[in-house]
């Protein structure tokens, strides 16, 4: 079900075009579909037909994004693995000061090497209402007023869904347009459309190294744009909105750490509009990356502070339960997968 989908839905009840406005607006802040005001009960406010077929329309709503299980962080970030309505997983992830990560797609066909999702390769789209409904799931656990599409999924192979929903949350979502920002490892239709819509989100591109040779080795299947291109274009969008990039950096030990990177730093980076974020890696046992001492990050912080590129570690929220992005969904899919063949060599 997309939103215009829920209008029409909303409109064959017999609700006017106000009230649809005011019943998706209380969807949109986590509220029940017929929600009253401080002003105006619902039934003084919503025709007799509406208020007797919403109940079926607000069920198949919550059964677009349902909690599954909640893995609270200590830095106040909570994982949570959400079950959509055809038995697929993805994860949001409630943020400190009020913000949520939300995913747009069921993996990812991009493929990062060192990204648990992108080794599921991509399962299908989300809709519109399945990435709203994990906001209104967010909502209803704790207030939201930023959201950062920066879950499973990369954002722009499914633009047109995210980008309706940038729309909605920038409107009746009551979200402030630079709250909403836009994770893309930089396909060339975000800086085409961007511009052209209504609502501009705040942009942070995933750029992982200076070396074009290396960011084709990490991120295969992303478009074939250069470090140097990558930020050109991120320059000209955030003079475009007055908005600073914020270009990612995971933090690979012994692959993007070295000084030969620091300087590429420098050179793609000094006296443009952005902030560049260093992600250290959220490593699990066996893995084939691991991320760098403590003491290296903050030597690469003071080098990069203190000839005037501004740095910032960005720790991936959920490290302390072992929730990096897409390892909820993949411990939760084995789990499932084992009892199933439990059960099969069992009815044997």
């Known amino acids: 079900m997309q939103l215009h989908d829920l209008d029409q839905r909303l409109a064959d009840l017999g609700a006017l075009p106000m009230h649809r406005a005011r019943m998706l607006r209380a969807w949109l802040q986590g509220r029940p579909l017929d ?24 069920a198949e709503l919550d059964a677009l994004a349902t909690l599954h299980s909640r893995h609270p962080g200590g830095d106040n970030s909570e994982r949570l693995l959400v079950r959509l309505a055809d038995g697929q997983m993805v994860e949001s992830v409630l943020l400190p000061r009020g913000g949520v ?3 747009t797609q069921v993996g990812c066909a991009v493929g990062c090497r060192f990204c648990m999702t992108g080794k599921s390769g991509l399962l299908r789209q989300l809709s519109t209402t399945e990435i709203v409904a994990q906001l209104v799931l967010a909502r209803r656990l704790r207030p939201v007023k930023k959201v950062v599409f920066m879950g499973m999924g990369e954002p722009a192979h499914n633009l047109d869904n995210v980008l309706e929903t940038i729309d909605r949350l920038g409107t009746d979502g009551g979200i402030g347009h630079k709250n909403l920002v ?49 930020v050109e274009l991120g320059e000209a969008y955030a003079r475009a909105t007055d908005y600073p990039i914020q270009y990612q950096w995971t933090l690979l030990k012994g692959i993007n750490d070295s000084q030969e990177e620091l300087d590429g730093i420098l050179r793609l980076l000094k006296g443009k509009f952005g902030v560049l ?25 003071r080098y990069l502070h203190s000839r005037g590129v501004l740095t910032k570690v960005r720790n991936s929220a959920g490290q302390d339960v072992d929730g990096g992005c897409g390892q909820l969904r993949a411990r939760a899919t084995e789990l499932i997968a084992t009892s199933g ?7 044997e």
């Open 35 to 58: 929600a009253g005001t401080k002003r105006q009960a619902t039934e003084d406010f919503l025709p007799l037909s509406v208020r007797n077929g919403v109940a079926q329309i607000a």
């Open 101 to 103: 990560c939300v995913s």
């Open 182 to 230: 836009f994770s893309t490892v930089g396909d060339p239709r975000v800086f085409e459309r961007l511009p052209q819509q209504r609502i501009k989100p705040a942009l942070a591109l995933s750029l992982h190294t200076s070396n074009a040779e290396l960011r084709e080795h990490l991120l295969p299947r992303a478009p074939r744009l250069t470090p140097e291109e990558l």
């Open 277 to 301: 974020n260093l992600i250290p890696f959220n490593a699990l046992e066996g893995d084939q990356y691991q991320r760098p001492d403590a003491e290296r990050i903050v030597e690469m912080v």
């Open 341 to 347: 063949r439990r059960i099969s060599r069992l009815s």
